[in-house]
Structures are given as structure tokens and as C-alpha cells.
Nanobody, 128 residues
């Protein structure tokens, strides 16, 4: 059974930092694309960052470039999202997701939320 468990969300002031973690199990971590996505109230789910196993690259949405870093620890089957200089518009539920294609779907500067496997989200609230 595929499981993706995100954690690390919370309340932070604007300008602060948070580190999200995602523990994955039930699939071959090395040959899947794994990404972070977020969904703000009343808005569609959008991509934040994604590691493509097929391309060997990490992609970031234009909206977060320079402020977030996605990393992975293959030995622990885990990925992380370090978020700095947080803004109120970063407030959202953050999801970890994986796809067996190994690809991160990108259109322009956006990452598209079309992964096969999704975990429960973790809420990030940034106060002004």
C-alpha cells in the first residue's frame, strides 16, 4: 500500500521559516517523481516543488523560487521542503505526492498537480 505522510505544518509569522517532511512507503522511491503541492482555501491545487527521477532534476514553481528548497533522503524514503521568507499567500494545505512515471508535469513556470499517489496534507498558516 502506497503511503505518503506529510508533517511539519503550523502557524508562522510572515518572514519566518518552516520545514515540511514527507515519509513515503509502499513503492520504489528511487524511480518515482515526488512533489510538494499546495491548496489554498477556494483555490485549485498547485505545485510547489518536484523531484523528477527520470530527469534527475528538481523543479520549482515560479511563485516560490528562491524561497523554498526541496530535498530527499533516499535511505529514509523521505523528502523535505524547506520554506523561508514565508508570506501570507503561502498559507495552504501542503500535500506530498508521487507518480510512477518519474516525471513532473510542468507548463510554463507552473507545476501541475497530476500525480498518481497523494498523502494527507499538512496545514501551513502564515500570519501577517
Amino acid at each position: 500500500e502506497v503511503q505518503l505522510q506529510a508533517s511539519g505544518g503550523g502557524l508562522v509569522q510572515a518572514g519566518g521559516s518552516l520545514r515540511l517532511s514527507c515519509a513515503a512507503s509502499g513503492f520504489n522511491f528511487d524511480d518515482h517523481a515526488i512533489g510538494w503541492f499546495r491548496q489554498a482555501p477556494g483555490k485549485e491545487r498547485v505545485g510547489v516543488a518536484c523531484i523528477s527521477s527520470s530527469a534527475g532534476s528538481t523543479y520549482y514553481a515560479d511563485s516560490v523560487k528562491g524561497r523554498v528548497t526541496m530535498s530527499s533522503d533516499n535511505a529514509k524514503n523521505s523528502v523535505y521542503l524547506q520554506m523561508n521568507s514565508l508570506k501570507p499567500e503561502d498559507t495552504a494545505v501542503y500535500y506530498c505526492a508521487a507518480d510512477p512515471s518519474g516525471d513532473c508535469l510542468r507548463i510554463g513556470g507552473s507545476l501541475i498537480a497530476v500525480m498518481d499517489y497523494w498523502g494527507e496534507g499538512t496545514l501551513v498558516t502564515v500570519s501577517s
